[in-house]
């Protein structure tokens, strides 16, 4: 699903989607309301301002699911996945883009005033970094309690072949690890 979105907007990661040019409103709404001609398919454009369920993003995320089954017949995939679950991360890819689009927009200042440029920037770079280091510290947490885990089992399987005295207090803090979990 990344590499079909990749294909059709030319973005190769998530953050170049800052940069799309939602629908024309009126095009969308000349779609929707009159007989208006259908989403361009070479050109791939989402109305940013509706989900995914809205006629217009329903048609094209309808043509990337025919173009993700196309693609499946012709790499010939020994695994089809389900037309659902396809739709389903189609959906929720849609959703991720989405609200990354929407959180890329100027937001009003404290004054009241639209942030200029520069301050959007800054604000993008500062969200950019923050994330970074959550996932910094989200991952040294996990391979700390998978240390510690492996540890543990260690030592219990050590003391188990030589029965030992503090058997039950390793199994014990142990079974506390488990559970716990990461």
């Known amino acids: 699903v990344r590499h079909l979105f990749k294909d059709k907007l030319g973005i190769a990661q998530d953050v170049e989607f800052i ?14 309301y009159e007989d208006g001609p259908s989403p361009d398919t070479d050109n791939v454009a989402f109305d940013l301002t509706r ?10 995320l309808s043509f990337l699911l025919r173009e993700f089954q196309a693609h499946c017949v012709q790499e010939a995939w020994p695994i089809k996945k389900n037309d659902d679950y396809i739709e389903e991360a189609l959906h929720e890819r849609y959703k991720r883009l989405r609200t990354l689009w929407k959180n890329a927009r100027p937001k009003l200042t404290a004054k009241g005033l639209m942030e ?16 970074g280091k959550e996932s910094r510290q989200a991952t040294r947490r996990r391979n700390k309690y998978s240390r510690r885990k492996a540890i543990l089992d260690h030592i219990v399987a050590t003391k188990s072949e030589v029965p030992d005295d503090d058997l039950r207090s390793w199994q014990w803090l142990q079974h506390l690890i488990n559970s716990l979990g990461e």
């Open 19 to 32: 940069t799309h040019e939602p629908a024309k409103a009126a095009d969308v709404r000349a779609y929707e």
């Open 51 to 60: 989900n995914h369920s809205s006629p217009w993003n329903s048609f094209i």
């Open 116 to 131: 200029t440029p520069a301050e959007q920037e800054a604000r993008l770079v500062e969200e950019n970094l923050l994330q």
